[in-house]
Each structure stands twice: as structure tokens, then as C-alpha cells.
């Protein structure tokens, strides 16, 4: 094979973190070529989470036909491919084991590169696929999902440092769980965020957190209690005050109070983030998001309000790159790989978050 053929320009990108089993490939523009996403919903739906050993089943059964889809919608072969990469941190272990044992196989038997991509790096560089040039660092970073919430600083795609998270349940996790408590099915974001829509986000006053005056951490499990006594009642109380009866105008109401109180605990952190940045001479060029929870329709609004009054570039991934797929992991493996980051096949299957 020749020297210019090894060059890293098709990379074949695996995903199998959670319940999503993707496949993708992303040219060295950042196309994407093709991206395939066996989604796992149904079968979690009746336990309302998701269960680690189905997953990883699943993902064992499904991994080799959702490569061969990903390839075939790209119009390629293995041979054109020029790595390997696979999000090998953090997520279900179980999981994790089944993309990167599929990844490694396919390096080693191609003898090509294979490149390890933290999942939640990754979510920062969907919104870049597909898009055109533009200037982006030093960008402020925010990954909302169902496992993680976190803000970022980042002055190049190898370096991002961690500002800040939830110290509790992450912002998808929540959302999740205020479904539940308004009896929606389950996967709960999408549907609470339809139901918001017809509610009054001012009819129920829900505790917006901010933690400490400088923490750029976040925390939502006193909202999702909030909205439970709310919804609920307050249990153990001396002279009960019943909640007002949970039909579907309260259950809408209660949707848009908690999508609206959850958005702005987010928005918070970003002032002050960009806030802290300043005092230390930093001047963000863009907000860099990504993770399911960027598919929230308020959240998205709010990010462009926020990002307009700052006079930063709003990165926001399109719908289908939100939530849990192999392109961003292809993708941010293209810079990984041009700034010299390739792994080895001792490369780890990790269940916890890196930096
Ligand atoms: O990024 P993702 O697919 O998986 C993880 O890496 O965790 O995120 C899934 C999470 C779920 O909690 C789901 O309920 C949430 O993203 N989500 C939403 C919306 N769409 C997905 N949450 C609120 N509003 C949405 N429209
Ligand atoms: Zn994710």
C-alpha cells in the first residue's frame, strides 16, 4: 500500500458508549460520509432506563451490520479506509468493550491506525461536521446529555479543560426523571419538551440553581425533587396542602417551569464562565455545544440569545449529531490523529469521564 494511501483521510467511526450502536464515515473536510445509528429505545423502554446487559448484547448482535451499513452508505470499502477510531471513554463498560474489541479487529486486520476519541470531547465536535471554516478558538465548551454535563475551555480540539459539572444528575438525567414524575414514556426528554410547548413556563416557580457565587458546576437533583412535590405533594406533612390535580394543563405547566428553571441554571454558568474568562484576559470566539440535551428546544433559544448578547459564534450540532453517534467520533479522530494522538491496539475500554 502506498505512503499516501495511509494518509488519514476516511475514517471509519465506531460508537457503542450507551445505547446507541453507530457507525460512520467522515472525510478529512470534516463530511460526513455516511452515519448509521441502530438506536436501542425499544428495548429499554419497559424498564424506563437503560439496562447495561441488554446494551451490550445488543451492541454485540448489531455492531457488524451497522459497519457494513455505514460503509455501504458511504459507496467505500474497507480497503479505502485510512484509520480506525472508536469512542473508547466513558460509558457503560460492558458497552464500551463491544466497540472497541469490534474497532481493534478491524485496525488490525486492515494494519491501519486506531484512535481512541473520548465520547464527550466528541459531542463538542459534532457541530463542526458538515460545517464550514470558521474561526473557533478559544472556544467555551458545553455537553449536555443523558450521562454527562460539563463546560469546557478549549484553545485547539486536543486540549480541552474541564471547567465545571454536575455534581449530582446530569441535565438529560433529570429531564428523564421529570418525566417520569409526569407520567410521559420514556425516552422522556424529547417527549417533556413537546408537552412544554403548550404550557405557561411561569405558572410554577421551581428553584433555579446557581451554587456557590463562582462555581461553574451545575446541580439538578433539587429541581427534579421540586418539581416531584409539586407534581406530587410534599410528603410527611403536617397539614397537607394537596397539589393542585395533575391533569394535562398542570402536567404542561410543570413541563415548561422545569424546562424553562433548567435552561437557566445552564445559562447561569455560561455568564459566568465567560465572565471568569475575561478577568483572565480571555475572549471566547465561539460556544461549542453538543449532547442530547442540545436537541431541547428552549435550551437551543436560549444558547442563541446568550450567544448573540456575547458576540460569540454559536456552534449548535442539527438534531440528528445532538444525541449519540460515530461521526463525531471519526471526525474529532481526523485532529486527533493530525496532532499526532494515534493509539495502539493496547488501547482501553474506560467507563469514567477523563478531563
Ligand atoms: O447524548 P445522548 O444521546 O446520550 C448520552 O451520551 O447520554 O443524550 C441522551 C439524553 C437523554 O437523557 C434524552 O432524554 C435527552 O438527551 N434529550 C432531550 C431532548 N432530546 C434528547 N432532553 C430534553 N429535550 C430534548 N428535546
Ligand atoms: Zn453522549
Not at 63 to 92: C, F, K, T, Y
Amino acid at each position: 500500500m502506498s505512503a499516501r494511501s495511509r494518509e488519514p483521510m476516511l475514517i471509519l467511526g465506531l460508537e457503542t458508549s450507551c445505547d446507541e450502536t453507530a457507525a460512520a464515515v467522515v472525510d478529512a473536510n470534516r463530511r460526513v460520509l455516511s452515519s448509521v445509528v441502530a438506536s436501542q429505545t425499544d428495548l429499554h423502554a419497559e424498564y424506563a432506563g437503560v439496562v447495561p446487559e441488554i446494551a451490550s448484547r445488543a451492541h454485540a448482535e448489531r455492531i457488524l451490520p451497522v459497519v457494513r451499513e455505514a460503509l455501504a452508505q458511504a459507496g467505500i470499502g474497507l480497503g479505502m479506509l485510512s484509520a480506525i477510531a472508536v469512542g473508547h471513554r466513558p460509558g457503560l463498560i460492558g458497552s464500551l468493550v463491544v466497540g472497541v474489541s469490534a474497532a481493534k479487529a478491524l485496525a488490525w486486520s486492515l494494519s491501519l491506525p486506531l484512535v481512541g476519541v473520548d465520547h464527550v470531547h466528541a459531542h463538542l465536535y459534532a457541530g463542526s461536521l458538515d460545517a464550514a471554516d470558521a474561526p473557533l478558538f478559544p472556544a467555551l465548551g458545553l455537553v449536555v446529555s443523558g450521562g454527562h454535563t460539563s463546560l469546557y475551555e478549549l484553545s485547539g480540539w486536543l486540549s480541552p479543560r474541564r471547567l465545571g459539572g454536575t455534581i449530582d444528575d446530569a441535565l438529560g438525567e433529570a429531564y428523564d426523571k421529570a418525566a417520569a414524575i409526569l407520567d410521559l414514556p420514556f425516552p422522556g426528554g424529547p417527549n417533556l419538551d413537546r408537552l412544554a410547548a403548550t404550557g405557561d413556563d411561569l405558572a410554577v416557580d421551581l428553584p433555579i440553581s446557581r451554587l456557590a457565587k463562582d462555581s461553574l458546576d451545575f446541580s439538578f437533583s433539587g429541581l427534579k425533587t421540586a418539581l416531584l412535590y409539586a407534581a406530587k405533594g410534599v410528603p410527611g406533612e403536617r397539614a397537607p396542602t394537596p397539589p393542585p390535580p395533575l391533569d394535562d394543563r398542570r402536567r404542561a405547566d410543570l413541563a415548561a417551569s422545569f424546562q424553562r428553571a433548567a435552561s437557566r441554571a445552564i445559562i447561569i454558568k455560561l455568564e459566568r464562565a465567560v465572565e471568569h474568562a475575561s478577568q483572565r484576559g480571555v475572549r471566547y470566539a465561539s460556544l461549542l455545544t453538543g449532547g442530547g440535551v442540545t436537541a431541547n428546544s428552549r435550551l437551543r433559544a436560549e444558547l442563541a440569545s446568550f450567544t448573540s448578547a456575547h458576540g460569540l459564534r454559536l456552534v449548535l450540532p442539527p438534531m440528528h449529531l445532538c444525541v449519540d453517534n460515530a461521526a463525531m467520533i471519526a471526525g474529532l479522530a481526523h485532529e486527533l490523529l493530525r496532532g499526532g494522538a494515534a493509539g495502539d491496539l493496547l488501547l482501553r475500554a474506560v467507563p469514567t469521564a477523563g478531563v
